[in-house]
């Protein structure tokens, strides 16, 4: 395992023994709420600063993009950024239900090099490096070999804030459930990509995330041998929000049903119809690469159109944090269980 993969796994268990513990006494806990539907947890901040001081002993000149921190510790100007999650799945989680997960991706330059999602719950690790391909629990995995969309089981996230458009999701929910074999929202996005690259799910798209809810996922499944981009098939998921994720040929399926639901495609038919056009008669023209801000050039298919050569950056806290209501200051405690009586 590589050192730095090996510090995210450790940081990543230390975590999950913090949720573990608390999800014992889940009565006990406060809760503060962050916007219309988006909660945090004491939990939540006492596993993302164990995840935080086990990288910084390890890497203290590495800097952080935490779900909850933003960019408070670390070294900003770093080459390395770790990006964050420390429980993806509050809302399962003060709720008493086991589906949820700690997310820790590591970027280089802008491209995810490491990745780790652990389900606490389940004691299942998910680990991948770039390059080295994808593991679960240190047996090598894949995503499934389905090439029809409508032999396959597919992930999504329902919209949940207050001012998510709620029609047009329906309309794409509709228009994926027509084909599939059936739909899942188990209500983690960390857990739904790495169901991705197990082969569990044939595919997941979902809209309205944060780069800390997608990096480590989206290696994972690029290092499983799946495709991930936007509902496009563009590369810019990580600063869009919107990401699809599947299998090679069920990918392109997916794209052709979605690619008109992509706001990265709407903008792109405001500045240059023409364009725009093209791009919805060739749906699945991209490979795609993982990575943070604009991640490594994308091959090319068949089509032989040309792509742009990206331009990499570092994502920074006030890239993905729009203004939202500020959640009510918890006590920086750590969460301790209850003492059984007697």
């Known amino acids: 395992m590589h050192p730095m993969l090996n510090v995210a796994v450790r940081a990543a268990r230390e975590a999950g023994k913090i949720i ?4 014992l006494d889940i009565d006990l806990l406060r ?3 962050k916007a219309a539907n988006d909660f945090v947890t004491e939990v939540d901040r006492a596993a993302e600063q164990a995840i935080i ?7 203290p000149q590495h800097g952080i993009l935490g779900e909850e921190t933003g960019s408070t510790f670390g070294h900003t100007g770093s080459d390395y950024q770790w990006i964050i999650d420390p429980l993806d799945g ?21 491209v995810v090099q490491q990745a780790v999602v652990y389900d606490p719950t389940r004691d299942e690790l998910f680990t991948a490096s770039r390059g080295a391909g994808a593991f679960l629990n240190s047996r090598r995995i894949r995503v499934s070999s389905r090439i029809r969309l409508e032999d396959s089981l597919i992930g999504t996230g329902f919209p949940f804030r207050q001012h998510d458009d709620f029609d047009t999701y329906l309309e794409m929910f509709k228009r994926v459930a027509q084909r599939c074999v059936g ?20 595919g997941f798209f979902e809209t309205g995330l944060k780069p800390w809810d997608m990096a480590a996922g989206s290696l994972l499944i690029t290092e499983a041998g799946g495709l991930v981009g936007n509902f496009a098939g563009d590369d810019d998921y990580l600063r869009s929000g919107e990401i699809l994720a599947a299998t090679p040929r069920v990918y392109g399926q ?3 049903l979605l690619q ?7 903008r792109a038919q405001e500045h240059d119809p023409a364009p725009a056009a093209a791009t919805a008669a060739e749906p699945s023209a991209r490979i795609l690469q993982p990575g943070v801000g604009e991640p490594q050039p994308a091959t090319t298919l068949p089509t032989g159109r040309p792509h742009p050569k990206p331009v990499m950056r570092r994502i920074k ?11 009510k200051s918890l006590p920086p405690t750590v969460y301790k269980p209850r003492k059984p009586k007697g």
């Open 53 to 59: 001081d086990v990288l910084l002993k390890a890497y």
């Open 254 to 256: 997916l794209v052709a």
């Open 260 to 266: 008109s639901f992509s706001t990265s495609a709407s």
């Open 20 to 23: 573990n513990r608390a999800s």
């Open 90 to 110: 509050t809302t399962n989680f003060i709720h008493g239900m086991p589906v949820y997960a700690v997310s820790i991706a590591l970027a280089h330059r802008g």
């Open 317 to 327: 806290a006030s890239d993905v944090a729009k203004p939202r209501q500020q959640a």
């Open 31 to 33: 809760v503060a709420q």
């Open 183 to 202: 739909l899942r929202r188990p209500g983690a996005a960390a857990i739904d990509l790495a169901y991705v690259a197990a082969g569990r799910y044939d």
